[in-house]
């Protein structure tokens, strides 16, 4: 599975979006992008994932570059409850990964009042 | 459904000591793994399994076992617990390990060899 790069930390102020950079630039065509976090040492948390078109679900928008060696991970009204780790994965659609995630150290991202 | 599920949530062992962490989905998932974290890192696979009877080694295998007697569970053994398995166990579920799949986590043991 291709390897990410993220920032260590980001800051955000409650009520704005949170804007979650993540690099990718050794991804290949069946490899999917996924976005996990975890808040304070509970298990992860599935957010969102994208093969190639930007998407969009209740909790996040996941925009990726036309290339694919990026995605940028929104929360559109980020609030305290959002202060975690990001996780951004990228996970191959098959063969032999067997769904393996390869967690990075992620992003933390803290939202303040 | 209740997801996964894990127990205990704590727990502190002596070195040498042995015990199992139990891992329990009802949501009728093939595929089950279970995964480590140490302080400030993320996690890393241990095991996982694609099936009953089907279990095979991740990244960290040594000194841990696992069986998958039935599609529901999915335990952990530590035979000889030592200082390094000081760490945060994490066991997760998903319906395959194909395509765009997601994974379920459980809240995690949180398990201290003294």
């Known amino acids: 599975d291709a390897k990410t790069t993220q920032p260590t930390s980001m800051d955000c102020a409650e009520g704005r979006a949170a804007n979650l950079p993540c690099n990718h630039s050794t991804i290949s065509g069946n490899e999917y992008v996924y976005w996990y976090r975890q808040i304070h040492s509970q298990g992860p948390q599935y957010i969102i994932h994208?093969?190639?078109n930007n998407e969009t679900n209740e909790m996040a928008s996941l925009i990726i570059t036309e290339d694919r060696k990026s995605s940028t991970l929104i929360l559109p009204h980020a609030t305290l409850r959002d202060t975690a780790v990001y996780y951004c994965i990228v996970r191959s659609a098959g063969g032999t990964s067997y769904g393996k995630l390869t967690f990075g150290q992620g992003t933390i991202l803290t939202v303040h009042p | 459904n209740a997801g996964v599920t894990q127990t205990p949530k704590f727990r502190i062992l002596k070195i040498g000591q042995s015990m199992t962490l139990q891992c329990t989905q009802d949501m009728n998932h093939n595929y089950m793994y279970w995964y480590r974290q140490d302080p400030g890192m993320g996690l890393k696979l241990i095991y996982y399994?694609?099936?009953?009877?089907?279990?095979d080694k991740g990244e960290v295998p040594n000194g841990y076992n696992v069986s998958r007697s039935t599609t529901e569970d999915f335990p952990l053994r530590l035979e000889l617990a030592a200082p390094s398995q000081t760490s945060v166990y994490f066991c997760?579920?998903?319906?395959?390990?194909?395509?765009?799949?997601?994974?379920?986590f459980g809240p995690g043991t949180r398990l201290t060899v003294t």
């Open positions: 399994s694609v099936g009953a009877g089907i279990t």
């Open positions: 997760a579920s998903s319906y395959s390990g194909q395509g765009a799949d997601e994974q379920y």
């Open positions: 994208g093969l190639k």
